[in-house]
């Protein structure tokens, strides 16, 4: 019988998964350790998306953009000092996050945010991602940034 790619990696990831303890390849479902912040943001008065989720030693934070007038260096700092915000009223810091995701409206203003950017999280900063979104971010921000941390 031939195999497929596809049912290939299905077995194959279901072999991995095995080796980790994990018995069903169903979605991960809300448990008690997982706290969402107050901050949840509705559209229509229905629950779109948490600012921030808490499960067990890990803090996720959703995106924080700078809804205002102002050049990358302005919305930059705006943005990190909203993170830091986030951070700390969920346990964490800037020295904890592990992973930051940016978003430019603008890819020409790589440098300018790399100013601002450099030395907030630290002497060991995270690991980070940056790339610039077909059509800008959303609420007319030059800049979007989300991140993982760790909280002790």
């Known amino acids: 019988m031939k195999t497929t790619r596809r ?3 299905k077995k194959m990831g279901i072999a ?5 303890g994990i018995t069903s390849a169903k979605a991960a479902t809300p448990s008690s350790d997982v706290k969402v912040s107050n901050n949840i943001v509705t559209d229509q ?3 779109l998306f ?4 808490r499960h067990g030693n ?5 995106g924080k ?8 260096k302005d919305h930059t700092d705006h943005v990190l000092k909203e993170l830091q915000k986030e951070l700390e009223r969920n346990g964490s810091s800037m020295e904890q996050v592990l992973k930051v995701n940016v978003y430019l409206a603008d890819l020409a203003d790589y440098k300018g945010m790399n100013e601002v950017f450099r030395g ?3 002497s060991n900063p995270p690991v980070r991602t940056t790339v610039a ?5 959303p609420g007319n921000s030059l800049v979007e940034m989300d991140c993982i941390a760790a909280v002790n």
């Open 16 to 20: 991995i998964a095995g080796l980790f």
């Open 65 to 72: 953009g700078a809804h205002f007038e102002g050049d990358i």
């Open 120 to 122: 907030r999280f630290g």
């Open 50 to 53: 948490s600012g921030a989720v």
């Open 133 to 137: 979104t077909y059509g800008g971010v």
């Open 7 to 9: 049912s290939s990696i």
């Open 45 to 47: 008065d229905i629950p």
């Open 58 to 62: 890990t803090l996720y934070i959703a």
